[in-house]
């Protein structure tokens, strides 16, 4: 999926989601000349709020002015009871989770796919086992398509994770330089036996 291919859905493009996601969606959609019909977020988010513009309605109240949607994703969860409704939306609607490069602004559309095939089949061909080499494919097909459920089949339990996968001792010690509320670090207190947190933001409080 590309920007470009967004035209030929003939929905209203309507985003789920406030904040720096929706924000790079806009920029994005205005690249392309594309324009957003309307922005939705979760029941207990709404209060009323504008957004870039747009009055921040409920999912029904969306659905009501809108229809069928093309609906574009901004923001990430780990939550069971957020990813159930995301779930939901996908039911009724065409929903998409558009990618974007955590460095740099090259987009991983069919250009660069193309242009770096030979690289990711290297990579692909010396992964180790077949859940490494499904979960690689399955990164690479959502990002070509947008599709959630290619992510969700990619999902590891958080103890797995730990125990099989990254196997941390009480030996090692985390630095988490930018920690917020602490949230990832409530995850490693089980595995080790140091931690240094840093949180700018709080530190100028």
Excluded at 2 to 27: C, F, H, Q, S, T
Excluded at 80 to 93: C, G, K, L, S, T
Excluded at 151 to 159: A, S
Aim: hydrophobic fraction near 45%; charged fraction near 25%; proline fraction near 5%.
């Amino acid at each position: 999926m590309n920007w470009e291919e967004l035209k030929e859905a003939k929905l209203p493009i309507v985003l789920y989601g406030m904040g720096d996601g929706a924000d790079r969606i806009l920029a994005a959609l205005a690249a392309h000349r594309l324009q957003a019909a309307g922005v939705f977020a979760s029941d207990e988010f709404v209060r009323g709020q504008v957004f870039r513009g747009f009055p921040v309605l409920r999912y029904e109240e969306a659905k009501r002015r809108f229809g069928r949607m093309l609906v574009l994703l901004a923001f990430g969860t780990g939550l069971p009871a957020v990813f159930a409704r995301i779930d939901q939306i996908a039911q009724e609607q065409t929903l998409l989770a558009p990618d974007f490069p955590v460095v740099g602004d090259t987009p991983f559309d069919r250009t660069f796919y193309e242009a770096h095939r030979a690289e990711l089949e290297t990579v692909h061909s010396r992964l180790a086992d077949a859940q490494s080499r499904r979960v690689f494919e399955d990164l690479l097909a959502y990002k070509r398509s947008w599709q959630i459920p290619y992510l969700r089949r990619c999902e590891t339990d958080p103890d797995e994770a730990y125990a099989s996968i990254l196997r941390l001792g009480p030996g090692e010690t985390l630095v988490d330089l930018g920690a917020y509320k602490g949230d990832t670090v409530q995850e490693f207190v089980r595995w080790l036996s140091l931690i240094h947190i840093s949180e700018p933001t709080r530190l100028r409080c």
